[in-house]
């Protein structure tokens, strides 16, 4: 994949591994444009990265997903990368209260609202001479973390989808791509991660985004590294090591 002369959406990029690889990569020379929820999380990254461009949108919201699309067509035509990364994280625990209120909302965000989203850039991405889906899952597709159930079914969700539309997306020419990150140190989960991620093989956002673009540069379809790697090799044969912490 070529890093430089692109037109990029990155949901969720004014955080985390989000705006760590939109820094990057407009500083190699790509038009960067970052969506999300919090227009004071947009305008401090629009401070440390100027040439950011930034659009107030809740994916998973229909209205307000669908304004950005219509704003992209009229405004950044020549969009041709989305990286699907927003994504929000909730423990969840059915032996006493499983917060079942944010449920809908979790899965919104980290599974329908992606989808959604490719769905309506479709015509725009076929339109252009070279064109890339880049979905975000996690370490946590292959083997979950039982304390927050709902994020790794999502995420195991992701990566199921990201392979039936690398597929059928294959004759068009738009190469579907996924990134599975390894427990990077940010603030998903509101600060209150999974108690197996604390501290297990933490990389920080730079160090994910640096491996990450070199991946992607390297045309790998699957990008993995660090504990992520592990649990693509053995899956559910690592679940038990995961969860048992007594």
């Given at each position: 994949m070529n890093l430089t002369g692109n037109t990029?959406?990155?949901t969720g990029g004014a955080t985390g591994i989000g705006l760590a690889l939109a820094k990057?990569?407009?500083?190699?020379g790509n038009q960067v444009i970052v969506c999300g929820r919090n227009?004071?999380?947009?305008?401090?990254a629009r401070q440390e990265a100027p040439?950011?461009?930034?659009?107030?949108?809740?994916v998973a919201d229909t209205g307000s997903r669908r304004s950005m699309v219509e704003w992209l067509k009229a405004n950044h035509p020549a969009l041709?990368?989305?990286?699907?990364?927003?994504?929000v994280q909730h423990h969840r625990d059915f032996t006493n209260d499983p917060g079942i209120d944010t449920l809908d909302q979790e899965v919104?965000?980290?599974l329908t609202a992606p989808i959604h989203?490719?769905?309506?850039?479709?015509?725009?991405?076929?339109?252009q001479a070279q064109a890339f889906i880049i979905n975000v899952s996690s370490g946590l597709a292959f083997s979950p973390m039982a304390d927050v159930p709902v994020y790794c079914a999502t995420k195991a969700?992701?990566?199921?989808?990201t392979l039936s539309l690398r597929h059928q997306l294959k004759p068009t020419g738009i190469r579907v791509i996924e990134i599975a990150p390894p427990i990077v140190d940010t603030g998903l989960g509101g600060d209150t991660r999974s108690e197996g991620t604390v501290n297990n093989m933490m990389v920080t956002p730079d160090e994910f985004a640096t491996e990450a673009l070199a991946q992607l540069e390297a045309d790998k379809d699957e990008v993995l590294m660090g504990v992520s790697a592990k649990t693509r090799e053995l899956g559910e044969a690592m679940f038990e090591r995961m969860n048992n912490r007594s």
């Open positions: 990029i959406l990155i990057r990569l407009v500083r190699q227009e004071a999380s947009l305008d401090k040439e950011l461009i930034t659009r107030v949108c809740d041709n990368v989305v990286i699907n990364n927003a994504g919104a965000i980290n989203l490719i769905a309506e850039l479709l015509p725009t991405l076929r339109q969700a992701i990566h199921s989808f």
